[in-house]
């Protein structure tokens, strides 16, 4: 029994797989000899997956600290998600009461790794993905870049190996790479991704069980070299964790690339508040996303269930008179050439600080609802500088395919007196539209357009 438990501490130990783990010189021996010899559960059956739209998943954390609960296990932290990502730390440390607490990830409800084999394959047993995560590390930028739990150093093709026999031995249904340790672009890190892609993800000799899905934002290196179709083609789809900017901007940073059905965004109970994330949950755009994340769920059970349950629910209609940007739907604009910090999500912020600027005099935006809604007013506030990249001419269209546009107002050689100057526009329009979009014609002067706010009021 000792060579398999050999096998499966090296299984367990996978859920770390940088050189920082603390455990690097532990052996089998040091184990406790009852949890050595002592054989793991049997696995569940390969499961089906969730359906395309409908994917939701919870990231088990387990050095997180609860917020308004108790500390769950995995087999109740969330009734209503149906992946789960076994995330950070290694298993190895949560082997027994000796090793347990010795490092940075520490956890006070499970004391055995067995405790976590069984739970993985309860959860299995209800029908629900499970994951192991596995992270980068800024070593993915050298040479000889892949080193296991103990510093055992492999090329790109031994480590894809190593990580599936981790996978296959504690019976996971797939792997999440969690991408943010500021490696460079390099090909052994594109020959790993390639490579991994052969054991998991759409794929592989697999893809309707193995999962492979990636964790990245804009400004974690090298995320963003997973807008490129020739990687994000491995993976069922990439969860963006961003979870400090605007949700607009974030899914379409990676949605403008690769479709709307390969992405979904992160959210957080420290960064995104319950009402923002269900509105993101809410939304479904045409084609629809793939679903949405929860990071550290087990932080808060009602925050993580409320998110996942309105993924399937129907969306809140704006009553009369609100403005429908503040309810669930999706900005985007003609150009995507925005400064840092002057993005299409600012437009829709409700703040008359920030602004939306395109280095064009003539350009779109557009508001997608997730509801038809009949609007019969709106509103354009200046920026904070230069009035000549104020619009002067425009017509408002309304459209229910994003194609065919029905101009429902239109105006011609507008001016704003002052900086921050809000001007209301009101027109008779009896028809619900899903899409409203503002067609700049011509700015004051000059080439450069920007307008700090757009507001879109129901009949």
């Not at 510093?151 to 296959?168: D, K, M, R, S």
């Not at 045409?286 to 550290?296: E, H, L, R, S, Y």
């Not at 459209?399 to 209301?424: H, P």
């Amino acid at each position: 029994m000792k060579q398999k438990f050999s096998l499966l501490s090296l299984a367990a130990a996978a859920c770390c797989l940088v050189n920082s783990c603390t455990l690097q010189g532990l052996e089998p021996e040091d184990v406790s000899p009852s949890l050595r010899d002592t054989a793991p559960p049997a696995a569940v059956q390969p499961l089906a997956l969730p359906a395309a739209g409908q994917n939701k998943v919870a990231y088990y954390v387990f050095d997180v600290t609860p917020a308004g609960q108790g500390i769950l296990p995995m087999t109740t932290f969330t009734d209503n998600a149906n992946i789960v990502v076994v995330f950070e730390g290694t298993l190895w440390e949560l082997a027994d009461t000796v090793h347990y607490n010795s490092g940075w990830m520490q956890n006070a409800y499970y004391h055995s790794k067995r405790q976590i084999l069984e739970d993985i394959q309860t959860l299995r047993s209800r029908g629900i993905k499970v994951l192991m995560n596995v992270d980068d590390a800024p070593s993915w930028s050298t040479s000889t870049p892949f080193t296991t739990y103990n510093g055992t150093a492999y090329n790109y093709q031994q480590f894809a190996a190593f990580i599936n026999t981790c996978v296959t031995t504690v019976g996971f249904d797939g792997i999440s790479l969690d991408v943010e340790r500021g490696a460079t672009d390099n090909a052994n890190y594109r020959n790993l991704i390639q490579e991994l892609g052969d054991y998991f993800g759409p794929l592989s000799s697999d893809p309707s069980n193995k999962m492979y899905i990636g964790a990245f934002y804009s400004g974690g290196a090298p995320g963003p070299i997973f807008r490129e179709v020739a990687l994000s083609q491995y993976l069922n789809f990439v969860m963006d964790m961003g979870y400090f900017q605007n949700n607009t901007t974030r899914f379409n940073y990676w949605a403008n690339t690769l479709g709307n059905a390969k992405v979904m965004l992160g959210m957080s109970y420290d960064d995104n508040s319950q009402a923002s994330a269900i509105t993101e949950a809410q939304r479904h755009p045409t084609p629809d996303k793939a679903g949405i994340m929860v990071f550290a769920a087990n932080k808060n059970k009602t925050y993580t269930d409320a998110i996942f349950a309105a993924l399937t629910t129907t969306p809140t209609t704006p009553p009369p008179g609100a403005d429908i940007t503040n309810y669930s739907g999706t900005i985007t604009s003609q150009y995507t050439d925005w400064p840092t910090g002057e993005d299409i999500g600012k437009l829709i912020d409700n703040s008359s600080s920030t602004k939306y600027l395109t280095q064009h005099a003539a350009a779109w935006v557009r508001f997608q609802s997730n509801t038809s809604n009949v609007v019969n007013k709106y509103t354009i506030t200046s920026a904070n500088d230069v009035p000549a990249r104020d619009p002067r001419n425009w017509t408002l269209q309304g459209s229910n395919n994003g194609t065919t546009w029905t101009t429902i107002n239109t105006q011609t050689n507008q001016s704003f007196a002052s900086r921050f100057l809000t001007k209301t526009y009101t027109f008779s329009n009896s028809t619900a539209y899903t899409y409203y979009r503002l067609n700049v014609s011509a700015v004051q002067s000059g080439s450069i357009m920007q307008m700090a706010e757009w507001e879109l009021f129901r009949n």
